[in-house]
């Protein structure tokens, strides 16, 4: 069972940890650790991300990246979040909570990006470990979707080692690099994840009243 509690760093507002990794909100002075990771893994990420803005690389896109986060937390519809070696601090990558719904659907989207140096190392597997019971226990959620590229391998296997089941197949889902790209759809309800038995206990510290 995940743990809610007050005392989380004042500027990133909610910590959730496990093992060697922790999770938290992005802040102003991520920016240089943010900006070197993003810029070093450009061409790695190029092909399963969105066209970059001209100015995301700045200080001032950073800014506004912070001002947007803040502002769809603050309405309950989005958590992001920055992947950290617990060990020596270093910026490994991000995963969000996007699309957060209510009412009969209790459902959110999930989405993830990985620095090139630090792929392939299991910490992103560790990241979602860490992320579903926060979703499932704290925020009461009922349903996690995720979306991959069919040719994106690593990230599928990641997601159904997770628990997610692969639900279907949309065609010119989402817009990819400059183009309509096909996804494969998947999915992990709590029921699936309450019947792992390998489950991540994360401790979580901070305020969600927004999203409670």
């Known amino acids: 069972m995940s743990l809610l509690r007050p005392g989380p760093p004042p ?7 496990a093992g060697a990794h922790y999770l938290r909100p992005p802040i102003m002075s991520d920016f240089k650790a943010w ?10 990420l190029t092909p399963w991300e969105p066209l970059w803005p001209s100015d995301d690389l700045s200080k001032s896109g950073f800014r506004r990246r912070l001002r947007r986060y803040a502002r769809d937390r603050k309405e309950g519809r989005s958590l992001t979040f920055l992947l950290f070696n617990a060990r020596n601090d270093d910026l490994l990558g991000g995963l969000t909570l996007s699309n957060i719904r ?18 392939g190392k299991g910490h992103m597997s560790a990241a979602v470990a860490m992320i579903l019971p926060f979703c499932f226990d704290v925020l009461n959620l009922h349903r996690i979707e995720a979306a991959c590229i069919p040719t994106n391998t690593p990230s599928i296997r990641l997601l159904e080692k997770a628990g997610f089941n ?13 183009t309509w790209q096909d996804h494969l759809l998947l ?9 792992r ?14 999203f409670l």
Request: net charge negative; glycine share 10%; with cysteine.
């Open 11 to 17: 500027d990133a507002e909610l910590l959730i940890e």
């Open 35 to 44: 900006c070197l990771l993003r810029s070093d893994s450009r061409a790695f």
């Open 102 to 119: 209510r009412g009969v659907s209790q459902s959110a989207t999930l989405g993830y990006w990985m620095g090139e140096r630090h792929a």
């Open 166 to 178: 692969r639900e279907g197949y949309a065609r010119n889902y989402l817009l990819i690099n400059g």
């Open 187 to 195: 999915s992990c309800l709590a029921e699936d994840h309450a019947a």
């Open 197 to 210: 038995p390998d489950g991540v206990s994360p401790l979580v510290e901070g305020i969600l009243k927004d």
